[in-house]
């Protein structure tokens, strides 16, 4: 815990020039970094990768925590991925290149068994979540910016299609569950997030779900009963 504690407060919050949280790794929502972690560490993740790296607050994070593994990331737009490319260059484990995050799923899901991935990249008129969903073969996946139906916690839309259970049941194979972080959980460390706090999915593919379904701050949704239509 104070590895993580120590790599995330000391990441730059570069992204703060755009987003709304004004930036930081996951947010700056330390809580995602504990689950991240206990996730990393549950399911003997092989590679980390994000999608949509902005400045890359996250990936910096991720490469300074998790010196020992590969982080991919990805932009749609060169010069965010540049800026991060120049900001991560240190680190020998980071990877980020200029492409849709779908391809980057892909390829990451050809070489990698139990990546850890963290979907983060919209913005744009075309909205990837979809087809990075799609693209994993096995892997834990924490959706960021999901509606956890709590309202503290924010979450993405596109016009009516809301990120959401929704998305996840028009999946080729949904899952029967995913998980959600329980709002009232009582963290070991504090969230010093006093702006917008992003919600979270969780759902394992292709991968038991036993470490989700054990940890204790997270709550077990049925899609079939959460899926509004
Ligand atoms: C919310 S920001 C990401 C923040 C970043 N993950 C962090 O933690 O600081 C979303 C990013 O996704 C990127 N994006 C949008 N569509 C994309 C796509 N199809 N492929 C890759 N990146 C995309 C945007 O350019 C934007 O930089």
Request: contains cysteine; aromatic residues 10%; proline residues 8%.
């Amino acid at each position: 815990m104070d590895t993580t504690l120590c790599a995330f407060y000391r990441t730059a919050r570069a992204g703060a020039v755009r987003l709304s949280d004004d930036g930081g790794p996951f947010g700056f929502d330390i809580t995602v970094a504990l689950l991240a972690d206990d996730l990393v560490t549950g399911y003997d993740c092989d590679a980390l990768v994000e999608t949509g790296c902005h400045l890359g607050d996250t990936t910096d994070y991720l490469a300074r925590r998790y010196p020992e593994l590969p982080v991919y990331s990805c932009d749609i737009d060169p010069s965010y991925a540049a800026f991060t490319r120049r900001r991560v260059a240190k680190h020998r484990n980071a990877r980020v290149e200029p492409v849709d995050s779908a391809a980057l799923v892909n390829s990451a899901a050809a070489i990698h068994h139990r990546p850890l991935f963290f979907l983060d990249a919209h913005w744009g008129p075309d909205w990837p979540l979809a087809r990075e969903l799609e693209a994993i073969a096995a892997g834990i996946v924490l959706i960021h910016d999901f509606d956890i139906g709590h309202p503290r916690f924010s979450y993405d839309a596109y016009g009516d299609l809301v990120c959401g259970p929704n998305m996840l049941a028009a999946m080729s194979r949904p899952p029967e569950r995913y998980f959600v972080p329980d709002p009232e959980a009582d963290w070991p460390l504090p969230c010093l997030q006093t702006r917008r706090r992003a919600g979270v999915g969780i759902l394992a593919v292709g991968l038991d779900s036993g470490p989700l379904d054990t940890h204790p701050h997270l709550i077990t949704r049925h899609l079939e009963m959460a899926v509004t239509r």
